[in-house]
């Protein structure tokens, strides 16, 4: 039986003093609660169809780490290896087979910041997190009932571990 | 007068009858589905008060 269905009930069943008095006002309340109930699940459900959206964002985003870690440790992305074809990108080149390739344009300046570039790579590793580093942030920070702050929670412990590899 | 003083009232309401015929009565159901929907509105309404800042904070949300 459902409010509505129990308001009309009630409208028959009340009787003397207690009818004149609660007979109108058990099943307006009963009524009004059904009304309010049904916008507030209208609500939620709009609420978890945008929360649902964001998680799918930033699931996406996680996924492009790896791409950006690429981008941005200064690791080469390709070497040469000599011409195949004629390409008049590199035909003028002075680039030998095997050098390395970056997307990152200071290593690419010259040779004295070359040799700079390669002293600063050894004595200053990047400040990257592997992905099984990420994943255990992630697993021990990151809980469900507690949603709202696990994100700050997870950033905060990607932030203090990437700081504990600088200092190390 | 709120749902849940209604209810409160109408625990008070009998008819000659046993707790168990009351409990079945319209009165006794409309009593409990009283503070049964206020609950589930209640828990809506908190759960609207926890996202919504959130939402607004970290994504620009507003509704």
């Not at chain 1, 939620?44 to 981008?71: C, G």
Request: glycine share 4%; hydrophobic share 40%.
């Amino acid at each position: 039986m459902n409010a509505n269905e129990l308001a009309v009930e009630l409208e028959h069943y009340l009787k003397g003093e207690e009818y004149d008095r609660l007979v109108w006002e058990i099943p307006d309340l009963l009524r009004q609660q059904q009304a309010e109930l049904k916008e507030l699940k209208l609500a939620r459900l709009a609420d978890l169809d945008v929360i649902l959206k964001q998680r799918a964002e930033i699931e996406l985003l996680f996924k492009e780490i790896p791409e950006f870690e690429k981008v941005f440790s200064n690791e080469p992305v390709a070497y040469v290896t000599g011409l195949n074809k004629f390409d008049s990108k590199m035909v003028d080149t002075v680039l030998k087979v095997g050098t390395p390739l970056y997307t990152h344009p200071a290593s690419l300046v010259d040779w004295s910041y070359q040799q700079g570039y390669q002293v600063g790579k050894e004595t200053h590793p990047a400040k990257t997190l592997t992905d099984e580093e990420i994943t255990e942030i992630f697993d021990t920070t990151f809980e469900v009932h507690d949603y709202q702050d696990s994100f700050i929670k997870f950033a905060r412990a990607i932030l203090r571990k990437a700081q504990e590899k600088c200092t190390k | 007068m709120n749902a849940n003083e209604l209810a409160d009232e109408l625990d008070s309401i009998s008819y000659d009858c046993t707790i168990e015929e009351w409990r079945a009565s319209p009165v006794g159901s409309a009593a409990a589905m009283l503070r049964q929907q206020q609950a589930e509105i209640e828990a809506l309404k908190h759960w609207q008060d926890t996202w919504r800042p959130f939402l607004k904070q970290h994504f620009g949300i507003e509704k």
